[in-house]
């Protein structure tokens, strides 16, 4: 049996829509992410009664003290099929990890099969008031009892361990980093939608702010935001009669169960190996190698992802992405170089998790990335999430 | 053993029916974890299942262990997002993987102090911080039990 996805390229996105990033959107998430799917199904040339499916994922991805509210600070599928307007038949929300690229195998498998024919699929993220991840804990129970009692608590501590380790074995330093915030920032400025639009940031500026949680600093963080984006699917045929080119779903994969560690324990291996598990899954359910891939959209919820990724998904060997991301090889203006953050990645746009990947595969392969649209494009992968534990889709311009 | 102050404000773990051996034998200052009755492998944190055999059945009984490993990775912390660290900031948290067995890993404290003169492989021992009465927590100290032991 091949491990190439039975429904490769027969479900294709064909609309879109996304609300602008900001800090605290002016209006309540619930009633910004139903504007935001009516948005995407107009676009798509679809009434509200032709979509039957309703897809999402609806973690709200917080260690802080704050309360989860449906249609507050999350918006779930169940709580869309009531506002959204339209009369569902399959309603689901993805559960496991890397939330963007599993509810999207989700939508993906609801149209290829049949389960419904315009499928929403959507991601709203909040950012809640007072410190996102501050936690005013006096005690702690269950799982995180082994972990925060020593003050290892929260994902900077989380990302700062593997990401240290990796400087420590393959004598790389912070000032490596400083690439990848740049070129997401670069690109971030462009985007009209983005928190960061219009404000890059320097090298330097990188560089002079103080680290957190060594080596994490605020930058190498994205910025909790208030956000929608949605998307609308349906199967190739389908896609034909609709205004946009469509853009077919080629496969996904997501990781393997990763080995049973303490709360938020990411050690490097686990990383590596895992990662590389995740993408010879990809590539095979995909049908596609890296060196078909002229779009890699890799996460970058921190910094260090863009490392990982890179050498998991093949685009450079182990211990050399500290080196790669330099001289220009991930400027996405550079026409020999690897556009890993042409979107502008969540450091380029805020917290929307794996949105900013996908929808640059989307725009960009549809051709409708406007004055940022990449002379070539036809293969791309959105990565969300760690590549131990998260997962990515690949798409194409053309079916094959 | 370092011992800190009492009550520090610090948040305290609520032992359950998984944890609470580990966290009575951390209270005598002692670092136990738990073996698989099955395969006698050690697991950190137990669960329902063992990890290494499978056993839906594992019968956990906490051990005592050396508390002799070697730093694996380390941060330090300049912003705590839990309350009653403010007075220990900026502090060193290590990943350490224990003498016991292979890629058993777990995270603690460095007593020695944010500028600490740490390396991966460094050796460390478990020492233990008495966070409120009857409530210690594991943590480490730079190879200075190990040095005792050759000193002997």
């Given at each position: 049996?091949?491990?190439?996805?039975?429904?490769?390229?027969?479900?294709?996105?064909?609309?879109?829509?996304?609300?602008?990033?900001?800090?605290?959107?002016?209006?309540?998430?619930?009633?910004l992410?139903?504007?935001?799917?009516?948005?995407?199904?107009?676009?798509?040339?679809?009434?509200?009664?032709?979509?039957?499916?309703?897809?999402?994922?609806?973690?709200?991805?917080?260690?802080?003290?704050?309360?989860?509210?449906?249609?507050?600070?999350?918006?779930t599928?169940?709580w869309m099929?009531?506002?959204?307007?339209?009369?569902?038949?399959?309603?689901?929300?993805?559960?496991?990890?890397?939330?963007?690229?599993?509810?999207?195998?989700?939508?993906?498998?609801?149209?290829?099969s049949?389960?419904?024919?315009?499928?929403?699929?959507?991601?709203?993220?909040h950012?809640?008031?007072?410190?996102?991840?501050?936690?005013?804990?006096?005690?702690i129970?269950?799982?995180?009892?082994?972990t925060?009692?020593?003050?290892?608590?929260?994902?900077?501590?989380?990302?700062?361990l593997?990401?240290?380790?990796?400087?420590?074995?393959?004598?790389?330093?912070r000032?490596?980093?400083?690439?990848?915030?740049?070129?997401?920032r670069?690109?971030?400025?462009?985007?009209?939608?983005?928190?960061?639009?219009g404000?890059?940031?320097t090298?330097?500026?990188?560089?002079?702010?103080?680290?957190?949680?060594?080596?994490v600093?605020?930058?190498?963080?994205?910025?909790?935001?208030?956000?929608v984006?949605?998307?609308?699917?349906?199967?190739?045929?389908?896609?034909?009669?609709?205004?946009?080119?469509?853009?077919?779903?080629s496969?996904?994969?997501?990781?393997?169960?990763?080995?049973?560690?303490?709360?938020?324990?990411?050690?490097?291996?686990?990383?590596?190996?895992?990662?590389?598990?995740?993408?010879?899954?990809?590539?095979?359910?995909?049908?596609v190698?890296?060196?078909?891939?002229?779009?890699?959209?890799?996460?970058?919820?921190?910094?260090?992802?863009?490392?990982?990724?890179?050498?998991?998904?093949?685009?450079?060997?182990?211990?050399?992405?500290?080196?790669?991301?330099?001289?220009?090889r991930?400027?996405?203006?550079?026409?020999?170089?690897?556009?890993?953050?042409?979107?502008?990645?969540a450091l380029?746009n805020?917290r929307?998790?794996?949105?900013?990947?996908m929808?640059?595969?989307?725009?960009?392969?549809?051709?409708?990335?406007?004055?940022?649209?990449?002379?070539?494009?036809?293969?791309?992968?959105?990565?969300?999430?760690?590549?131990?534990?998260?997962?990515?889709?690949?798409y194409?311009?053309?079916?094959? | 053993?370092?011992?800190?102050?009492?009550?520090?404000?610090?948040?305290?773990?609520?032992?359950?029916?998984?944890?609470?051996?580990?966290?009575?034998?951390?209270?005598?200052?002692?670092?136990?974890?738990a073996?698989?009755?099955?395969?006698?492998?050690?697991?950190?944190?137990?669960?329902?299942?063992?990890?290494?055999?499978?056993?839906?059945?594992?019968?956990?009984?906490?051990?005592?262990?050396s508390?002799?490993?070697?730093?694996?990775?380390?941060?330090?912390?300049?912003?705590?997002?839990?309350?009653?660290?403010?007075?220990?900031?900026?502090?060193?948290?290590?990943d350490?993987?224990?003498?016991?067995q292979?890629?058993?890993?777990?995270?603690?404290?460095?007593?020695?102090?944010?500028?600490?003169?740490?390396?991966?492989?460094?050796?460390?021992?478990?020492?233990?911080?008495?966070?409120?009465?009857?409530?210690?927590?594991?943590?480490?100290?730079?190879?200075?039990?190990?040095?005792?032991?050759?000193?002997?």
């Amino acid at each position: 049996m091949s491990g190439r996805f039975a429904a490769s390229n027969k479900v294709a996105l064909v609309g879109h829509a996304q609300s602008p990033v900001q800090r605290h959107a002016e209006r309540p998430l619930g009633a910004l992410a139903v504007d935001t799917a009516r948005q995407a199904i107009a676009d798509a040339g679809l009434d509200l009664k032709d979509v039957d499916g309703i897809v999402a994922a609806s973690l709200f991805p917080t260690a802080g003290s704050h309360a989860v509210q449906d249609g507050v600070s999350t918006v779930t599928a169940g709580w869309m099929a009531e506002h959204l307007g339209a009369d569902p038949r399959y309603v689901a929300g993805f559960q496991g990890i890397g939330q963007v690229s599993g509810a999207m195998a989700l939508a993906v498998n609801t149209v290829a099969s049949g389960a419904a024919d315009y499928v929403l699929f959507y991601r709203a993220l909040h950012n809640p008031r007072g410190s996102y991840h501050g936690n005013s804990m006096q005690s702690i129970e269950g799982p995180q009892q082994w972990t925060a009692p020593a003050g290892y608590f929260g994902p900077l501590a989380m990302i700062a361990l593997p990401y240290n380790e990796y400087l420590q074995r393959y004598g790389a330093t912070r000032e490596s980093m400083a690439a990848v915030l740049v070129e997401a920032r670069k690109n971030g400025a462009r985007i009209p939608w983005s928190y960061w639009h219009g404000k890059p940031l320097t090298s330097e500026e990188y560089l002079a702010a103080p680290t957190l949680v060594d080596p994490v600093c605020r930058y190498d963080c994205d910025i909790p935001v208030d956000g929608v984006a949605a998307f609308v699917l349906t199967s190739a045929e389908r896609a034909r009669d609709l205004p946009h080119k469509p853009v077919y779903v080629s496969g996904y994969a997501h990781s393997a169960p990763a080995p049973r560690r303490l709360p938020l324990h990411w050690p490097l291996d686990d990383i590596i190996d895992g990662g590389a598990e995740t993408a010879r899954r990809l590539w095979e359910h995909a049908g596609v190698g890296p060196d078909e891939v002229d779009l890699p959209q890799l996460y970058d919820g921190f910094s260090p992802f863009i490392w990982f990724w890179l050498e998991v998904l093949g685009f450079c060997p182990t211990g050399e992405a500290h080196r790669f991301v330099q001289d220009g090889r991930i400027d996405s203006d550079n026409p020999g170089g690897l556009p890993v953050l042409s979107g502008g990645g969540a450091l380029g746009n805020g917290r929307m998790h794996g949105i900013p990947q996908m929808l640059e595969c989307y725009l960009q392969l549809a051709g409708r990335a406007g004055e940022r649209q990449r002379p070539k494009a036809t293969v791309g992968v959105a990565c969300q999430s760690s590549p131990h534990y998260g997962g990515a889709v690949v798409y194409s311009a053309e079916p094959f | 053993m370092t011992m800190t102050n009492q009550a520090t404000g610090r948040p305290v773990p609520v032992p359950d029916e998984s944890s609470s051996p580990y966290w009575a034998a951390a209270a005598r200052h002692v670092l136990a974890l738990a073996r698989c009755s099955r395969c006698e492998s050690l697991t950190i944190p137990p669960g329902q299942t063992c990890p290494h055999c499978g056993s839906t059945d594992p019968e956990f009984a906490f051990v005592p262990v050396s508390g002799h490993g070697v730093v694996r990775s380390w941060t330090i912390v300049r912003q705590s997002f839990l309350p009653g660290f403010e007075a220990d900031l900026p502090f060193m948290l290590v990943d350490i993987e224990l003498a016991e067995q292979p890629g058993l890993r777990v995270i603690g404290r460095l007593l020695d102090g944010p500028e600490a003169p740490v390396r991966v492989g460094a050796p460390v021992d478990v020492a233990f911080e008495d966070v409120a009465p009857g409530v210690a927590v594991p943590a480490f100290e730079l190879g200075a039990a190990r040095d005792a032991e050759a000193d002997e």
